[in-house]
Every structure is written in C-alpha cells, then in structure tokens.
C-alpha cells in the first residue's frame, strides 16, 4: 500500500476528517488531500514533504517511521558511495604504432619554453615575466566592492541580525526574541503588532531559512509571534530568559511573546 493509501486508510479508521487532521496539524486540507493521492509537488520539497507525512500519521495516530522510510527510497536519489565515485577506470593496453600526436606536443613545448625565455631575457620593455605575474596577482586578489540589494519594501521591519550564536548573547528591546538554530536548518517567518519581517526580505536568496548555526534577533514594543516549521531545530531566548527547544524534529508550531515572555 503506498504513502498516501496508507494515511487514507488510517484517518478513515481513526473517524477523522481532512478538516479535523487539518486543525491538528495546520497543515492545509487541500494539500492533505494531495498527500493521500500520493501527489507530493506542493509540499515544498523533500524536507518538508516528510515533515507534513510525519505531522498527519503522529495526527491519526500510527507510526510515522515505515512512511518516512518508504519515502526517501522512491522519491531521494541514492549518492554514489565512495569507491564507486574514485574508482579508477581500468584500462586494457593496447599495441599501436608511433604516436605522432605525442611527438608534435613535445615540439610545440620546446618552442613555449623558447618564447618563455626570450621574454624573461629581453621582452616586455625590460619586465620579467614574474613581476608581471606578481602584478596580475595583486589584481586579481582584490575582491569585487559588495554590492547590496536595495530595500523595495518600505514596511516596517523587526531590528534583525544573523550571525553565529556566539557573537549575538542578547537581543535588545522591548520584546526581543533570540532563535539560534542548534540542531540543523529551519523555516521560520517572525511577525509583530507593527512589524512584520520575512526572511527573504533580510536575507536574499535565503528562502526564509534558517541555517544550522545561523543566530536571529527579533524586537518589537508589544509582541512577536513565530511560525516555525521544524521546532526541534531551534533554541530560544526570550528577553534574556534561555526557554530552550520550543518542539521536537519536523513540528510545525506558532509562538508568541510579549513583555513579559508570553
């Protein structure tokens, strides 16, 4: 029995609907119809797709493992182990006659080294190739200025920094949350009563990700609330006070804090 028919079958004999499992899991009702059609395309990718199968079998209460294993093995691509990445290619010799392709290089590298010398000994006005190609070093190891995207959203943003944990120990403000992802990458999306911050917004190209061992601060005067798409990845602090994991591998969640952390 597939993924799908498999969840199907269990939320039919648990006497749920999709619109129950959705209210359990705040997972759409139309994407868990798609899952038990076996149609992943709108789960986000690989990552969240076993999240969502993970979410509604824990909801209809079976064992979300043999699933989540069934998964990676139709939809993951293995990787090449190692021996057969490095493995070289064995080639059988074979008898020929003269080589005069290997000839013509060695002719062709005896007038380089030629052209070499007689521009070391008398060309270039004087310069000798190696100061030429220390200049051209120098040059070249000059990084490019950064260039930075220009702000196209004018809407009030929380105060924001990104760094490695240990070089963010507070966030200051009113309300200030810190999230720290300890235990690998998680989607995360903060908003406030007068502000509202994606993580595409700060950090192009980012997808509103949070990598593994990436810190971010979010302030705001009255409240900050979070939506989280894999709780066991993050630690939090909420104004000074460490709450640590906020959930376990794959939930989904929502949090909010005020002045007085909750």
């Not at 359990?24 to 038990?36: C, P």
């Not at 789960?43 to 993970?54: A, L, Q, V």
């Not at 007038?111 to 310069?127: F, R």
Request: net charge neutral; proline share 7%; with cysteine.
């Amino acid at each position: 029995m597939s993924i799908g028919k498999t969840l199907s079958a269990a939320r039919l004999k648990a006497g749920l609907s999709l619109e129950q499992v959705s209210a359990k899991t705040r997972i759409r009702t139309a994407l868990i119809r798609q899952i038990e059609d076996d149609d992943f395309a709108s789960c986000g990718g690989d990552f969240y797709t076993k999240g969502h199968i993970r979410n509604v079998a824990r909801a209809i209460g079976i064992d979300p493992a043999p699933l989540i294993t069934t998964y990676e093995a139709e939809h993951i691509p293995q990787q090449p182990s190692a021996a057969q990445v490095f493995e070289p290619e064995r080639i059988k010799p074979q008898r020929k006659g003269p080589n005069w392709t290997v000839a013509m290089a060695a002719a062709l590298a005896v007038m380089a080294v030629y052209g070499v010398a007689t521009i070391v000994t008398g060309g270039n006005g004087g310069l000798s190739t190696t100061q030429t190609l220390a200049e051209d070093t120098d040059v070249a190891a000059s990084p490019p200025p950064e260039v930075l995207p220009p702000d196209q959203n004018n809407e009030p943003k929380p105060s924001i920094s990104t760094t490695a944990p240990s070089s963010v120990p507070v966030c200051q403000g009113n309300v200030a949350v810190r999230v720290a992802a300890v235990k690998g990458a998680s989607w995360l999306k903060a908003s406030g009563n007068d502000l509202e911050s994606k993580f595409e917004d700060v950090l192009p190209g980012n997808n509103g990700i949070l990598r593994d061992g990436q810190v971010q601060c979010f302030t705001a005067s009255e409240r900050i609330t979070l939506r989280i798409g894999n709780a066991g990845a993050l630690q939090l602090t909420v104004n000074g006070r460490d709450i640590g994991p906020v959930g376990k591998e794959g939930d989904v969640t929502t949090l909010s804090f005020g002045p007085q952390g909750s």
